[in-house]
């Protein structure tokens, strides 16, 4: 009686082991972070994250409670067969990628605390910088929170009616010097104002453009015929190459000349002068708001987090054309763009996993 005690006890400590192990988190080395699908993750028109679902093998298919309600409901999340690389979609805008990172940051079924997040996705591209098809590493993320006129109750000299929020009750002349915004000294104090502002880990971002920066990212006979028309533009006119270039984040999906100046200006002056506006998004302040509060609770590392963004389309018109026109025609660009996206961002993270145990411990470019 006693022996046959003994084996019980035995075989519900053994049992109680195995439910101890799979209950243990995941070890996750990769996050791919996208924001929107077109319709299923396989065998139809891509969006962000098919390339990546379909070539990395994402396979293992997961519910996510805390993931955006897209048209067909909750969007499950998605990793390889050994769990450890894991993919997420968003959901487009501000509010769905901060509410969608901080949800996964704080999942029990996930170790992220050694993770490389890779924040990647299709924007507009300023045809002064790059071409549509080009792929841009971000070392700074730029968010647009600040005080608005309607241009047509601006001041005339104006360029447009954003200005900096001056953290006080009054409009100081400084606060509202709109037509010289790279003056650091505009840059308001005021704590909230720090949500638009986010450095990314600049060794971590330069080695990522390196490994990148040689890549022949394709062309489409379309997209070439299209950028010749920008005249005046010799960075437009290019085939889709990879830079360094920073991303602004706004809800309001803008277009045009003005815009572009705006977006140029604000980049410049957030970053003191040190960043160059490349690409428009709708998601990366709020992703980067959630990783900077998850990795202040050591959910994860900040200093892993890049962000690639490429071009499906341009941020204003073809010279002498409207800003509707172009704003309002299908983005020829935009299967060019997730290819250039998935080729970038799957030539930095086959690198990084291919050293695993190398790059556990230490941060490539460091």
Known sequence: MRVRTLCVLSLLLALTGITQAQQKPWPIRAVIVTTFEVGNDTGDIPGEYQFWVEREHLTEILDFPGGPNL???????????????????SGTTLVNATASMMALGLDPRFDLTHAYFLINGIAGVD???????SAAWASFVINDVSRYLDPRDAPADWPYGFFPNSGNSKLIPSAIAAASPANPLEVPAASWMRSNTYTLNPKLAAWAYAQTKGLNLGDDPKVAAYRTGFNGFPEAQKPPFVLMGDTFASDDYWHGPTMTKFAEDWVRLYTHGKGTFAMTEMEDAGFMNALERLSAMHRVDADRVMVLRTASNYSMPLPGHAAVESLTAPYIGGRLALESAWLCGSTVLHKILTDWPKYYGQIPGE
């Open 127 to 133: 045809p002064h910088v790059a071409s549509m098809g």
């Open 71 to 89: 048209p067909a409901g909750q969007h499950p999340l998605r990793t390889n067969a050994d769990h450890t690389v894991l993919g997420i979609i």
